[in-house]
């Protein structure tokens, strides 16, 4: 059964500062990664998709690279700002299913 | 022109009631899904629907039965709701199933059961 790890659970960074989110997944039989941004109260916007393919995906100030080999994704954002805080999800498709998801990394970035 | 939505996106109920939820796509996808996220925020596949078939039907209670009329709408119904039926539903869609293609997510319908 696949299982999807984020690391960490939660951090807290001053406006500026770049930094990466860590996923992991245990079945390296993946279709795609996706990098998705739930802000509270709200749905889920997708951020980044990497197809299985791919080792890296870039939108913006955002980076997401995978390798598959060892079952890891970063996401990596440049300059945080105040409005990058949300919660972070990764997200793998295996062969013929559905999304499994981590738990989600909740990001702050202050002023 | 939103590409994933669903109604109601709030629901209060009492217990024991049946209640329904609807989603729509204009993606022009052929693949419809219906995820739960519970109170610790985590996210589960529940059903998939391609082209008005299940395909993926997890460890879900018998009281969830989800439809598709077409393969743009997918509602979930919910009968006798109890009270560990509260959370937050989402409906997403994409191209295939398990495939290279990108998944999006309706605004989610938040379930409270009282």
């Known amino acids: ?111 | 022109d939103t590409a994933v939505s669903q109604t109601p996106k709030y629901l209060v109920t009492q217990m024991g009631n049946d209640k329904s939820i609807k989603c729509e796509q204009n993606l022009g996808h052929d693949t419809m899904y219906w995820y739960k996220q519970d109170s610790k925020k985590f996210l589960k596949i529940m059903f998939s629907y391609n082209n008005k078939e299940l395909i993926i039907n997890e460890t879900v209670p018998n009281r969830f039965s989800p439809k598709s009329p077409d393969k743009a709408h997918l509602n979930l119904h919910i009968n006798s709701l109890e009270l560990g039926d509260s959370a937050v539903y989402f409906c997403a869609s994409s191209q295939v199933v398990g495939g290279p293609n990108e998944q999006f997510f309706g605004p989610g319908t938040r379930l409270t059961v009282l």
């Open chain 1, 1 to 111: 059964k696949q299982e999807v790890t984020q690391i960490p659970a939660a951090l807290s960074v001053p406006e500026g500062e770049n930094l990466v989110l860590n996923c992991s997944f245990t079945d390296s039989a993946i279709y795609n990664l996706q990098w998705f941004r739930q802000d509270p109260g709200k749905g889920l916007t997708s951020l980044l998709l990497i197809q299985s393919s791919q080792r890296e995906q870039t939108s913006g100030r955002l980076n997401a690279s995978l390798d598959k080999s060892s079952g890891r994704s970063t996401l990596y954002i440049a300059a945080s700002q105040p409005g990058d805080s949300a919660t972070y999800l990764c997200a793998v498709a295996p062969p013929g299913y559905a999304l499994n998801f981590g738990k989600g990394t909740s990001l702050l970035v202050t002023p």
